[in-house]
């Protein structure tokens, strides 16, 4: 059988040896050989960082989101097939939809995320200018910028689809090239996937690359601007993060690896009851989604003591109910480990953990399967343990990376809460229970050695999407043993491949660099009203004055009457004098946002289609009756949406008075046509 080539360098490249053979989980049978003999490494980065760099850098944040998603729509044309291959890792079609799907639901959702919280811009200012001069001619502000080599991501068996998506996805809206080795076991999968992705030809040449087979001496060829970013072990994970290179050089390293993740029922269950069975369905779930090798899965579970037995008799009837053989045959509701060398690695670890207490159900040994051979096959029954000396080691440092996992007493939530911190860092934790005192307390207890934490109710099980499913909105990882690193989290995700920087320099520049309108830049008054102007046509800086218009008496009165607010310092001048803050009657806010809108305003049909909306609004003086409003409204920030009629503005508002104070400051958010749409 050839070996599966690697895509290196712009090409498709075959390995000079015959490769380590890779084995059906289910069959036995090889199904493939692995190798990157031959492969240049130092090439590879290099072709990263001079082809696959500047082209990426070449696109704004929208532009990349949208090859994202028509990435995940070719992916999804193409899910059967994806599936078909996952049967041979062991995997059923719901653990297939669970790798394929959530891979592909990942890029979708980075796409969203770049197109609506990132800039159609190649830079990312960070938070808020600051002034670092007395009169404000000199300020300062962070910014991103993608780093300038590749982003080498290690994935684990587990995963063969999501894994490598996960990491990719917003590496690539950062703006940085993937360099993907696979684990070999399942490489084959990610072959193939990865051969998808390159004969699309969506992504630009350079973006991704694969290496099947061993690292060799990539970690030789790192530098200061590369990242790398591994899933799998705690040992191997700290094996590559003390690499002379990677220590010598501060290559940025992301770490996610095997924890003890715990779930905990809270003391308000009873048998029969929802947070009960809860808690009971969802650890057979995490047991046997995947065969349980899942890096998210439940390893330890706590319940209340006086619970143990019949939480212990709930899940084996469950278990029970498992179907474990051949995940092509449609009854059957758990596959196989991933090779038969993991099968070992689940017994030893079992050995550990029995002498620690009793298997409540399960045999290490043996295991009825449907479908296929037994031995032949990396087949292993589902086994839950008990231990009920929480005291002993072994729970709390033995992982067994298959379905297994351990019931343990608890009598409080402080002492559920060390037991917890005794894993040494999670990925994740979950509290089911309907007390909601119990949950803050234990959520504070245990929040600094877990990634995430799902506090589990009645109401949130109608839509939650389980203990063990990373979402690509929130941040996977965790402390401690579980890595010390995140990967996801929405645009945390994308900034963690991005350098940040700060520039000072005087306003003006500063709102060159960032293509954003600062305050004490220049502003430009052509004598066009910015609301005639095309999207094309607007520019930061782009400025209309107007006003001055006088807040009367009456108009505070019929604000009021017309709206009902009639909150007493805008009625009763004698209670308005007794507030700290005024000295007699004053404009509502809102007044006044609607009489600077009335001045700024062209109300004729024009290129502004919709005011959708105001952000940062602060109201920093009062306004009496007699006072007189001046609006400046400065166009701070344009932002073309890609393959539309229309782009969004951002404007900048300030409303003074006639001594010059600024009484309100806000944004105001336009959608602006482009003139030839």
């Not at 072990?233 to 996610?256: G, M, Y």
């Not at 709390?396 to 894993?423: C, I, K, N, Q, W």
Request: glycine share 10%.
């Amino acid at each position: 059988m050839a070996p599966l080539s690697s895509y290196v360098s712009g090409s498709w490249h075959a390995p000079r040896d015959e490769g380590a053979p890779v084995y059906d989980a289910v069959t036995g049978e090889e199904v493939a050989r692995v190798s990157s003999a031959g492969v240049d490494f130092g090439a590879a980065l290099r072709h990263g960082r001079r082809v696959g760099g500047p082209a990426l850098r070449e696109l704004t944040f929208h532009q990349r989101a949208a090859l994202l998603k028509a990435l995940a729509s070719h992916l999804r044309e193409h899910r059967e097939e994806l599936y078909e291959l996952s049967l041979r890792t062991g995997a059923t079609r719901a653990d297939s939809r669970f790798d394929v799907d959530g891979g592909i639901g990942v890029l979708f959702s980075y796409s969203s995320k770049g197109r609506r919280e990132l800039p159609n811009d190649r830079l990312l200012p960070d938070g808020a200018v600051e002034r670092l001069g007395r009169t404000g001619a000199f300020v300062g502000q962070h910014v991103y910028t993608p780093m300038r080599g590749v982003a080498v991501q290690i994935n684990a068996f587990n995963f063969p689809v999501w894994g490598p998506l996960e990491k990719l996805a917003p590496a690539f809206v950062a703006g940085v090239p993937s360099l993907v080795k696979p684990a070999g076991q399942t490489a084959y999968v990610t072959a193939r996937l990865v051969e998808l992705i390159v004969t699309s030809g969506i992504l630009p040449e350079g973006a991704l690359q694969m290496v099947c087979g061993g690292a060799g001496d990539l970690f030789e060829h790192l530098t200061e601007q590369d990242l790398v970013a591994f899933t799998g072990s705690a040992s191997t994970a700290q094996k590559l993060r003390t690499h002379p290179v990677v220590a010598a050089r501060s290559v940025r390293f992301n770490a996610e690896a095997d924890s003890l993740n715990c779930s905990i029922l809270g003391p308000d269950a009873v048998p029969g009851g929802p947070e009960f069975d809860l808690f009971a369905e969802q650890l057979v779930t995490e047991m046997t989604v995947k065969a349980g090798q899942k890096c998210t899965a439940i390893r330890r579970a706590f319940v209340p003591a006086p619970l143990l037995p019949e939480m212990a008799e709930a899940v084996a009837a469950r278990l029970a109910k498992v179907t474990v053989g051949n995940p092509a045959d449609p009854s059957v509701h758990m596959g196989a480990l991933a090779s038969l060398a993991q099968r070992e690695e689940v017994r030893r670890a079992l050995k550990a953990l029995s002498s620690a207490g009793s298997i409540v159900f399960g045999d290490p040994d043996r295991v009825e399967v449907v479908g296929a051979d037994a031995e032949r096959g990396a087949f292993v029954s589902p086994i839950l343990l008990s231990v009920e000396d929480t005291g002993r080691p072994e729970p709390h440092e033995v992982e067994a990376f298959g379905p297994v996992s351990t019931l343990m007493p608890y009598t409080s939530a402080d002492e559920v809460a060390e037991l917890a911190a005794r894993g040494q860092g999670s990925l994740v934790g979950s509290i089911v229970t309907g007390d909601r005192d119990f949950a803050r307390e234990v959520v504070l207890g245990t929040a600094p050695w877990h990634g995430r934490l799902l506090v589990l109710d009645a109401t949130a099980a109608t839509e939650s999407t389980g203990h063990g499913s990373p979402l690509p909105t929130l941040v996977h990882g965790g402390p401690g043993r579980a890595g010390g690193g995140e990967e996801l989290g929405g645009v945390r995700g994308v900034l963690r491949h991005m350098n940040r920087t700060a520039v000072q320099a005087s306003p003006s520049m500063l709102s060159a660099v960032t293509g954003r309108w600062v305050e004490g830049a220049e502003r430009s008054e052509d004598g066009v009203h910015p609301f005639r102007k095309h999207l094309e046509e607007l520019r930061a800086g782009d400025t209309v004055v107007a006003g001055p218009r006088a807040v009367t008496l009456e108009d505070i009165e019929h604000f009021a009457d017309f709206t009902g607010d009639r909150f007493y310092a805008h009625m009763d001048d004698e209670a308005a004098r007794a507030n700290p803050f005024f000295d007699g009657r004053v404009a509502h806010g809102y007044l006044i946002v609607s009489l600077a809108a009335g001045l700024f305003v062209q109300p004729d049909p024009g290129p502004v289609l919709a005011n959708y909306g105001l952000e940062n609004l602060r109201f920093l003086a009062p306004v009496y009756p007699g006072d007189e409003l001046t609006v400046t409204l400065t166009a701070k920030q344009i932002d073309p949406r890609e393959g539309a009629a229309y782009g969004e503005v951002r404007w900048d508002a300030d409303v003074t008075k006639q001594d010059g104070a600024s009484v309100a400051k806000y944004d105001v958010l336009t959608l602006v046509a482009r003139r030839d749409a």
